[in-house]
Structures are given as C-alpha cells and as structure tokens.
C-alpha cells in the first residue's frame, strides 16, 4: 500500500507493528533478596549453568542476558563501568553510612584503608564489605571507569563474581544463545533489595514499569527481611496500576519441604504474607531450581516435573508469548480493517457521475480546512489544568500515607536491637538511629511518589485518549468515513526523585538527652517521649517534602503532556491530510479502480 501516497501512514502503522511483532524483545525482571536463589533459578529457566551463584553478592551490578547480536555474538559479554562520579557517590554514601565523612574521592579512598570491622553493625556490613572490595580492586579498575569492555565467558563470571570487580560494575550484558532468548526474551538480574545499590530507588522503580514480566524469588522458609518487606509494598501500590497482571512470585528450593503439607504451609505463609503487602491473587510457584537445571540438563522430564518449575513455564509461555502477542495481532487486524474500508470508500466516490464527483471534491476540499482550523486552534490548557489538578491530589495523599506508618518506622529504627549491638556511646547510637528514621521516612515518601507516577501516566493516556477521540468525532462529522487508527498509548519518562528530607532542628545532644539506658527509654517512657517529639517535627519538613515532589512532578508530566497532545494533533493533521488526498484522487479520477480492488482483497485475505 506504500505505492499509494494516501495510504502511506495507514501502510506506516501497519509495517511499525509488523516490524515490533518480528523483533520484539520481552523483559523479564527478577527481583528477591540476594539469598533467593534469583542466579539458579534464571540458570534453571534457561536450562544450562551461565549466570555464577556468588557466595556473597552484596555489591551486585545488574545482570542481562540479551537475544545475539550482529555486533555481538553468542558468548560476547559488555561490561558497562561505573563513571567516576556515580562510584565516588556510592563511596561517600557507604562511609557516611559508616559514620565517616570524606569531602572528596582521594580522602574517601584514604578513609577506607583506616576502616575497622570491630564496630561496624549488621545494617553496615554490606557497606564495609563494598568498600574494602573498592579499596582491593581499584588500582586496576580506575583506568576503566566510564568505559564500556568487550569480555569472555570467562572474564564475565569473574565480574559477577569478585567483589572487587563487580563493585566497579553498572551493567553487563551477557550475549547468549537458548531457546528462550531465541524468542526474544531479556533477562534482567537485578541487585537484592537488601544490595547498597537499593537507595538507587529509581533504576528498581523503571524495571517494575518498563520489564513486561516481573518475577519475584523467594527461598523456601525464609523471612522476608525488611528490604523484601518494602520492595513487595511498592509492588502492592503499583499492581493495579498496569492493564495486566505480570507479576509472578517463585518459592524457590521447594524441595527442602518434607511433605506436601508443609510445602502448602509454605505457599500459603508467602500468599499471606503478599496479601499484607496489598498483593491479592498472587500467582504463587513452588520451585526447585537444582532439580529443575538437573533434569534439564541431564534431559530427565521425571525429574524436571517434580522440580515444580513446568506448571511456571506452561503458565508464563502462555501469558507472553501468546496473550501479549495476542494484543498485538489483534491491533494490526484493526488497521488490516481500516485500510480496506479506505479503499472501499474511494472504489465507491469514484464510481459516482462527474458533476456529483466535482461537488464533492469541492466540499471535501472546505471540509479539510474547517477541520484543519479546528484541530490547530485547540489548546492542550484544559487538559494540562485537569492534570495538575489530579497531580497534586494524588500528592496529598502520598504525604497521609506515609504519615500512618511513622510510627512502625520509628520502631524500626530505634529498636533494641540497634542499642545492644555495640559498645558505642549514646549521641553515635541515637544519631544512627535518627538517621535511619530519616532515611525509611524519605525512602517511603519517595516509594510512594514513584508509584504515584503511574497513576499520573495512567492520567495522561486517559486524556490523550479523550482528545484523540474526540478530535476524530469532530472531523468525522465533516469529513465522510474519516479514521484516525488506533490510539497508542504514549510512553512517558519518569522524573528522578532523589530529594533530601532535612529537618534543621535535631540535634544529636537533644537526642540523647531522651536516653539515659536501655531499659528507662525502652520500658520507661524516654521512647514513647522522643517519638512523639520527633512526628511533631517531622510535620512542616515532610510538608515541604511532598510539595516539592508535587512541584517537580507537576513540572515534569504537564510538559510532557504537552508534547503529547502536539505528537497527536500531528497524527490527525496527517491522517486528515492522506485520507482527503485520497478521496479527491479518487473523484478526480486518479487512481487505478482495479488496482485499489486488488489491494482491498489481498488486505481482506489477511483476516482469514
């Protein structure tokens, strides 16, 4: 159809999805604590051992397994380096975390050489850990950093694997041949929850909204620990957010169970436990990936069934690469339809009298104007109000949200746990204890305000939606069998939220002065005191918080949704401009009756 220039946006639309069907690659993300097993049960899906199980993964870069490439070949691996700022960022964090300060990268680098294990607590640990995998490998990683490498099968597990290679690592790319890379699958091993990476709050957050599958691994009766806790929360705000469930939840080493009766005890803990998070009808898979990859390779279908893991391939083959690509069918059928009806009507005013066919090129010709005049007169203004309206709504109760769990935030942090772990005086203690507080509260409001962001897009399209529609109906009502095509939703970016929550007024002398042991502020009242104290100061500061996320998101999305709305007034503008072209080419003569009747009947031969 592209021979005929009326039809060529219709012929366009029709090659874009073909051309997104025949390459289409489909993300998977996997998510779970470091301790899960996510590396054997990526291992176990692919069906041969690839990804390294490290023993201590703390530091974590983010691992792909990618479809071969001309570029790169099966077995190529790209290793991105971390950029000396992002790395000099991660360190001053980890020291600060530490309770040392550096002001720059040399003195940071110099602080890490005079670190001690002796008082470093359990919520340090993965911090002391990346530091002294920095302080090893980086005379040989400097010259790197911010450099993308070409690497071997064998180079890539050591940067999986080895602290003080891995520690220097953005991303890498593993380039890999399988059955399910072949069908244009990604896999996506992201860092734990629980890595040093988590405060990167927003690279997590775009894998749960970009990757089409999301498959979190749990191991057999472990307990979530908190940063599980707080990754299936923000999991629970967003699932009603996106048109499908996509989300999977794998209890790995099911084989530890001793009956059956303990597995569904199991099973049903996880499902509990998810319902709290606001996670209802869970899809739920008990797995055991040792077997699952023994059977595989051993090509055992006894043992590969008791592995649990083909009742989950079954399900997830069905879910993505039949119902999604479903979708996609079902959207060229539409402009498969829309197409044919065009020529349809141009075969019909063609075949019209002459005077008829000169009056109605006449009034289409008025028609087009009038209609080009009105799509070029309306302004986004209503639309763009109405978003920001819906934004700062949204908003308000991001900051009441957050605001209700204050007080199990505090409970976290100052917890008898943290006070009995060391010999550290009480300002240190009370200090690291506030910080913490600080850091969850901003975590939570941060969480809250990057899931909110899909209830804002979710906006977006509905709007566009709306205004495309109604564009279409308006210009429809004066130009005959007008259509547009279909609606796709835009894609949107989401704005980065890494503020700083300051309180100015708590002071770590205040502070101790609530404590004076252990048992007057956990049994007396020195807890309940200060934590009452601190929600009154927390009120203006997380105020200010939100109506700063407001402002930037506000800022962000109403721009962005002024690019939309012009991207498609563009779209009607030329779907306006082809299908009056045609139409006139047609009452004028200018087209080929039997060619168009050939095109409609090859067009019509697609949907049987």
């Known amino acids: 159809m592209g021979d005929i220039r009326a039809l060529a946006s219709v012929a366009r639309a029709m090659r874009e999805k073909a051309g997104r069907l025949a390459s289409s690659r489909f993300t998977i993300a996997l998510f779970g604590a470091f301790s899960a097993g996510k590396s054997s049960f990526a291992n176990a899906l ?12 703390t530091t974590a870069a983010i691992n792909k397994i990618m479809p071969p490439e ?39 680098i ?19 850990t990346f530091l002294k995998a920095v302080e090893k490998g980086w005379t040989a990683a ?95 705000r967003v699932k009603d957010s996106f048109e ?31 319902l709290t998070h606001g996670i209802r009808h869970p899809r739920i898979y008990p797995v055991s990936s040792q077997r699952a990859l023994e059977g595989k390779l051993a090509g ?16 997830f083959v069905q879910f993505s690469l039949e119902e999604l690509t479903e979708i996609a069918v079902r959207s060229g059928e539409q402009e498969v339809k829309r197409a044919a009806n065009v020529l349809e009507q141009w075969m019909v005013e063609a075949q019209s009298d002459v005077q008829q066919r000169q009056r109605k090129a006449e009034t289409i010709r008025e028609a087009h104007a009038a209609a080009k005049r009105q799509l070029l007169d309306t302004s986004a203004s209503n639309d763009e109000r109405e978003l920001a309206k819906e934004i700062q709504e949204l908003l308000y109760y991001v900051k009441q949200r957050t ?49 909110t962001t899909l209830r804002i897009e979710n906006k977006m399209n509905e709007l566009g939606r709306k205004r495309y529609a109604a564009w279409e109906e308006q210009i429809a009502g004066k130009v005959d069998a007008y259509s547009a095509g279909e609606y796709e939703p835009g894609r949107y970016v989401t704005p980065q939220l890494e503020l700083k929550l300051e309180v100015e007024d708590v002071q770590v002398r205040w502070l101790a002065g609530f404590y004076k042991n252990a048992k007057a502020f956990f049994e007396g009242d020195g807890k309940a005191k200060l934590k009452n104290e601190l929600e009154q100061k927390l009120i203006e500061p997380m105020n200010r918080y939100a109506a700063a996320h ?28 082809e299908h009056v072209s045609g139409l006139t080419d047609a009452l004028e003569m200018k087209l080929d009756l039997d060619e168009l009747q050939r095109k409609k009947e090859e067009l019509l031969t697609l949907l049987k």
């Open 142 to 236: 400097e010259p790197h950093l911010g450099q993308e490498l070409r690497v071997g099968l064998d180079e890539f597990r050591e940067y999986v694997a080895d602290e003080s290679k891995s520690c220097f690592v953005d991303y890498i790319e593993l380039y890999y041949s399988n059955p399910l890379t072949e069908q244009g699958i990604v896999f996506v091993d992201t860092p734990g929850a629980d890595s040093i990476n988590a405060r990167h709050t927003g690279v997590a957050f775009n894998y749960i909204k970009n990757a089409d599958a999301i498959l979190f691994v749990t191991y057999y009766n472990h307990a979530f620990s908190q940063a599980d806790r707080e990754f299936l929360l923000q999991l629970g």
């Open 46 to 57: 692919i069906g041969q051992r690839v990804l390294p199980v490290s023993p201590n993964p």
């Open 244 to 274: 499908m469930d996509k989300m999977f939840f794998i209890v790995n080493a099911a084989d530890l169970a001793s009956s059956q009766e303990e597995l569904d005890g199991v099973v049903k803990h996880v499902e509990d436990n998810l």
């Open 110 to 128: 110099r602080a890490i050489g005079k670190l001690s294990p002796a008082h470093v607590t359990a919520k340090g640990k993965p911090h002391f």
């Open 403 to 451: 605001s209700y769990r204050y007080g199990e935030l505090f409970n976290l942090a100052f917890n008898p746990s943290a006070f009995r772990e060391d010999g550290r005086d009480t300002k240190t203690l009370m200090q690291s204890a506030w910080d913490d507080l600080l850091g969850m509260i901003a975590f939570d409001l941060t969480q809250e305000s990057l899931a």
């Open 70 to 108: 001309a570029d790169w070949p099966h077995g190529s691996v790209k290793v991105k380096m971390k950029t000396l700022d992002a790395l000099g960022s991660d360190i001053l964090h980890s020291l600060k975390v530490l309770g040392s300060e550096s002001a720059d990268l040399p003195s940071a």
């Open 550 to 577: 407001a402002e930037l998101l506000e800022h962000a999305y109403v721009r962005q949704y002024a690019e939309r709305f012009d991207q498609l007034r563009e779209l009607q503008l030329s779907a306006l401009e």
């Open 300 to 315: 055992d279908a006894e043992l590969q069934e008791q592995s649990g893991l083909p009742p989950f391939e079954r399900d």
